[in-house]
């Protein structure tokens, strides 16, 4: 009589977030250049923010307050105009130019973060910097094309939720049950687009860590993956929030200090946007060890599926108890 195979127990219910810290703790050479570039893309934002976008942002506001108070006939107003014209229009670029470096650079950062994560949790070996370039050249079209669709679902589910909240206010004066129901499709369509979020999240790794889907293939392939595993979904979105919601204090500090005390403020700066690649690093090594977790779960259900029935010489199934 055969022996039984003995399966290794199943990952506790927290097992994905102790890999989320421990992954790059064990792979410091690894993951500590991509902390450092997802550090620089983070003060470069800030910076861009700070000397480009707000000052530029305070212009418009000012020169709008300008043009309310002053006449339509007075001579300074067409001048007041092409000067609220002309910061606008320096204001939406450098606004345009910050989001493009953010979703190009962020993007590229992050998958090359999700690369190096799957190679780390699945590899025997101690993966190097060489080693993970060799095994994405091949796939990085993948993780690019599901990275785009991802972006493109959130924003129609984001432009649905926002269509949804601007029919309210005709809704106010028209039936107050119409209004009831369509605040109630706002919030389950905020909670679908948090959800959302993370299944597109899993399928970048999908998309990493096998060869074949992409795209939608991706994100369908994520999404059947999660069905049994949506509460650990659910912690991670907490442990994720929590965690960003604990660094952001660090720089009301910086800005606090930088007034009173520049070197002080600079250090905190600086330990932000450290913190802030931190937890990004902790977020993909985390989404891929639940990806892992929910891969292998789908395996066995799959392979306990194969074993239950098992075919006749004449054709026929029969079950096995």
Known sequence: MPAAVTRPPPPGFFAFLKHGFLLPARHRGLFLPLLALTAALAAGL?????????????????????????????????????????DLRRLLLDVGACLLAAVVAGSAIKIATVFAAVAAFSG???????????????????????????????VACAAAIVALALLMVYLLEYSVLLLFLDLLLVLLASLFLVYLTVVCTVAVVVSAAEPGPRGVAAVSRAWRLMERKNAQAVLYLVATCALGAAVSPVYTLALRWWQQLPGSGVAAGVAYVVLLGAVEVFSVAAVTAYYFECRESKEEEEEMARHRYVKLPNGDEAHIR
């Open 46 to 86: 800030l910076l861009a923010n700070s000397l480009a976008v707000q000052p530029l942002a305070t212009a418009v506001l000012l020169d709008a307050n300008a043009i309310s108070r002053a006449h339509r006939d007075s001579a300074a107003y067409p001048g007041l105009v092409r000067t609220l014209k002309s």
């Open 124 to 154: 025997t070996e101690r993966p190097t910097v060489s080693a993970v370039l060799r095994s994405a050249r091949g796939n990085l079209l993948g993780p690019f094309l599901t990275i785009a669709f991802g972006y493109v679902l959130e």
